[in-house]
C-alpha cells in the first residue's frame, strides 16, 4: 500500500519533524510504502483572510472578558512569529529531514492535488500537529482541498487546532471536505468538540505519533553531569523564570540549567540559563531530554517526550494557543499538578515536589496507544492487500 503524510513542513521544529519520522516509521513497519509530500503555503492572501475573520466572525463571537485574550491571540496569529535561527541549526535539520523524512519534490496550494496523483498514493494521512491552526484560509489544503480530487482514501491522525473558532465563511466548505474523508482522529478533546459538529463520522482521539515509536535507534545514554532542561517556545510563565528554577534547584540541587533555543520568544530563558544552545538537530535535542535530570518546558513534544522516558518535569502555559493540547494531556494523564499555568499555581500544587505516578501513567499511556494503533489499523486494513498482514 502506498502511503502519503501529509503534515507541517518544518525548517526546524522538533516535535514536529520528530512526529513525522515516529507515523512514518509506525507505517513502514506494518509494511506500507511511505512518503512525505513536501507542501509549502504560498501565504498569499493571509492579511485579507484575517480581515475577513475580523469583520465578519470576531465581533459576533468574542464579547467582555473573552475580548482582550483573544484579541492577543489574533495579533500574534496577524503578524506572525518571527524566528531567530542559526545557520548551523537549518543545516543540521536539513540533514534529520534528508536522512529519516525523505520529502516528495515541493507542491503548494496550486500544485499538490497534481503530486499526490502523480505519486499514485492509496490513501494520504493527514496530520500529526497543528495541521488545522489556519482554518481560516480560503483554501484549506489540511482538509484535503486539492485540485484535481483525490480518487483515493483520505483519513486524519491526531490532527490538531488551537483556533478559537469556526469562521462562518468556512463553515460550508469544512462540513463538505470533511465528508470526503473515511476516518477522522485528533489529537485533543478541544479540537474533537471544535469539529464534531461538521463530520457525521465517529472522531476519535488518538495519541500524537512519538507515543506509537521508541525512537530505541535514536538514543544514546550519557554520562554527564546533573542538569535541568529547558525548551520555551511562547512567553514567559507567570512569575517568572527565576522563580521556578530556583524552586527546582531547592529540590535536585545548585544544577546546570541547559536552555534549548528556537524562537525570539525563547530567549526569555537565556538569562537563567547555564548554557545556551540553538543549533542542536532533533537527533541531539532528544537525547538531551532523556538524559536530562528535570525538564522544564511548555512544549507539548517536550512534556510527551518527558513522559516517554519517564522524566520529572513541570510544564506551563502562557497563552491560549498553547493552552488547549497542554490542558488535554493534563486530564487525560492526570497530570494537575505538572501542568501550571503559573509560578503561584506550581507553588499552590507543589509542583515540583510532587512525584509523577508512572506506573499509572505508563498504564493509561498503554491503553491509548493500543486505541490509537487499533484505529490506524483498521483504516488501512480496508485495503485487502494488507489486511490479513495488518492483523496477524
Known amino acids: 500500500m502506498r502511503v ?5 513542513n518544518y525548517h526546524a521544529n522538533y516535535g514536529g519533524m520528530l512526529q513525522c519520522v515516529a507515523l512514518r516509521r509506525t507505517l513502514e513497519s506494518w509494511g506500507c510504502v511511505v512518503e512525505v509530500v513536501r507542501f509549502a503555503p504560498k501565504n498569499k492572501g493571509r492579511f485579507i483572510q484575517w480581515l475577513k475573520l475580523l469583520f465578519f466572525d470576531f465581533s459576533f463571537h468574542f464579547l467582555g472578558s473573552k475580548l482582550y485574550a483573544t484579541g492577543k491571540d489574533f495579533l500574534s496569529r496577524l503578524m506572525g512569529k518571527k524566528k531567530a535561527l542559526s545557520l548551523r541549526l537549518l543545516e543540521k535539520c536539513k540533514l534529520f529531514v534528508d536522512r529519516y523524512i525523505h520529502y516528495t519534490e515541493p507542491c503548494d496550494e496550486r ?12 490513501i494520504v494521512i493527514i496530520g500529526s500537529d497543528k495541521i488545522w491552526g489556519e482554518i481560516s484560509r480560503e483554501k484549506l489544503v489540511y482538509m484535503g482541498d486539492w485540485n484535481p480530487p483525490f480518487e483515493g482514501k483520505i483519513l486524519s491522525y491526531a490532527a490538531c487546532s488551537s483556533f478559537p473558532f469556526i469562521p462562518r465563511y468556512n463553515t460550508d466548505k469544512i462540513h463538505s471536505l ?3 474523508f473515511s476516518a477522522i482522529s485528533v489529537r485533543d478533546s478541544y479540537t474533537y468538540n471544535l469539529l464534531t459538529e461538521y463530520s457525521d463520522l465517529d472522531i476519535k ?5 512519538v507515543f506509537l515509536y521508541d525512537f530505541a535507534p535514536f538514543l544514546e545514554k550519557q554520562d554527564k553531569d546533573p542538569y535541568i532542561f529547558t525548551y520555551i517556545l511562547g512567553s514567559e510563565i507567570k512569575g517568572g523564570h527565576g522563580e521556578i528554577l530556583k524552586m527546582i534547584k531547592r529540590k535536585y540541587g545548585n544544577i546546570k540549567v541547559k536552555a534549548f533555543v528556537l524562537s525570539i520568544n525563547s530567549t526569555n530563558i537565556v538569562p537563567f540559563a547555564d548554557e545556551m544552545i540553538d543549533d542542536a538537530d532533533p537527533i541531539e535535542w532528544l537525547n538531551a531530554i532523556y538524559n536530562a535530570d528535570f525538564i522544564y518546558t511548555d512544549s507539548f513534544h517536550g512534556i510527551a517526550f518527558s513522559l516517554k522516558f519517564q522524566k520529572p518535569f513541570v510544564a506551563y502555559y502562557a497563552e491560549s494557543s498553547r493552552a488547549t493540547r497542554l490542558v488535554d494531556l493534563r486530564d487525560r494523564l492526570n497530570l494537575k499538578k ?3 499555568s503559573s509560578v503561584s499555581d506550581a507553588k499552590e500544587k507543589e509542583a515540583i515536589e510532587s512525584e509523577l505516578d508512572y ?6 499511556l498503554k491503553e491509548m496507544k493500543e486505541e490509537s494503533i487499533r484505529f490506524l489499523r483498521s483504516c ?3 485495503n485487502h492487500s494488507l489486511k490479513s498482514y495488518l492483523c496477524e
Open 111 to 122: 500544485t499538490i492535488g497534481q503530486l499526490i496523483q502523480r505519486h499514485k498514493f492509496d
Open 380 to 382: 488501512l486494513s480496508c
Open 4 to 8: 502519503g503524510i501529509l503534515t507541517m
Open 205 to 209: 482521539i488518538v495519541l500524537d505519533p
Open 359 to 364: 506506573v499509572y501513567i505508563n498504564e493509561r
Open 178 to 180: 470533511l465528508k470526503k
Open 338 to 340: 505538572q501542568i501550571i
